[in-house]
């Protein structure tokens, strides 16, 4: 997520009043998850085991929950509760807005459009050329939606991340500042859910057809001219390249990669990063050839057990 204008180390220190190490007018951009960081970014951290990963990252200002020697040319927030006080700067840059109105003043849609009734359309909501929008669609704030795109009656974009710190009274949740982003020619299909990025963009890529019932995560980001089949669940921070396809009722774990062309057959729970070109099938997955091999030689072990009688 980046500021609408540049803000100074000293400017976000008073908002969630934590100390800081590093110059007062030290340049702040934006705020982001480790994965997606760039200089002059915000990420946070409040484990020892990730301290270096922050520290070393692209980001250039840190806040962390221990006063730590400051790697050259970047700064550090000092907060007793990083989690907290990056929630905090969520709401201060983001904050929820009411919507009394079905769709938002705010919102810019294009010509040739069309949007059934009762359907929701949100702040700053961006929507291209001769898009169908079926009824009973929610589009939360800030989605940017391409041209010639079709959604179907029920689903819902942007909606916040599944994403919790377990506290000695319960869980936490990590506020989603990010966007949903849909690109020209998509095609998504009834009751589907895509969550917005916790400070990115969750990306459905350009000419890509999703099946009804499907899930995606926050902060995933899906290639061009994929198929994704029903009851499909894509977890969060996914990236799955250019023309894959997942059949019916896969799911996947979160932070993996899936190559460009690959075939994830229905039922696989996709455990581990696996590469592109090629077909795969089965929980843990693996190649689909070995994995059939596997279950007919199953089959064969009463024939076997029988002859060693």
């Not at 898009?131 to 989605?143: A, E, Q």
């Not at 099946?211 to 899906?222: C, F």
């Not at 070109?277 to 279950?295: A, D, M, W």
């Amino acid at each position: 997520m980046k500021f609408n204008k540049t803000y100074t180390l000293k400017q976000i220190a008073e908002i969630i009043n934590s100390k800081y190490i590093g110059t007062d007018d030290f340049p702040v951009h934006g705020m982001n998850e480790i994965h997606v960081v760039e200089p002059g970014d915000i990420v946070f951290v409040d484990h020892p085991k990730y301290y270096d990963k922050a520290l070393q990252s692209a980001a250039t200002i840190v806040l962390i929950n221990k006063e730590v020697e400051c790697p050259e040319g970047k700064a550090l927030l000092i907060s007793d509760d990083p989690f907290r006080d990056f929630n905090l700067l969520t709401k201060h840059f983001r904050p929820f807005q009411f919507s009394n109105v079905s769709i938002s003043d705010s919102a810019k849609i294009g010509e040739g459009t069309l949007i059934q009734p009762n359907c929701f359309v949100g702040h700053n909501v961006q929507i291209g050329k001769n898009c169908l929008i079926h009824s009973n669609v929610s589009i939360y704030d800030n989605t940017v939606i391409g041209d010639n795109v079709i959604i179907h009656a029920g689903t819902i974009l942007g909606a916040d991340a599944f994403y919790y710190k377990k506290r000695p009274d319960g869980f936490d949740q990590l506020l989603s500042g990010g966007r949903v982003v849909i690109e020209n020619n998509v095609g998504i299909g009834a009751l589907c859910t895509i969550d917005k990025g916790v400070t990115g963009d969750t990306t459905i890529g350009e000419g890509t057809k999703i099946d009804n019932q499907v899930h995606v995560g926050h902060d995933t980001v899906i290639g061009k001219k994929c198929l994704i089949a029903s009851q499909t669940g894509i977890a969060g921070c996914v990236i799955i390249e250019d023309e894959v396809t997942l059949w019916g009722q896969v799911g996947t774990k979160s932070g993996i990669i899936i190559g460009a062309k690959a075939v994830i057959m229905g039922q696989t729970g996709v455990t581990k990063s696996v590469e592109g070109g090629k077909s795969y099938f089965g929980t843990p997955i693996e190649e689909s050839r070995e994995k059939l091999k596997q279950l007919a030689n199953i089959k064969r072990i009463p024939e076997i057990i029988e002859k060693l009688k």
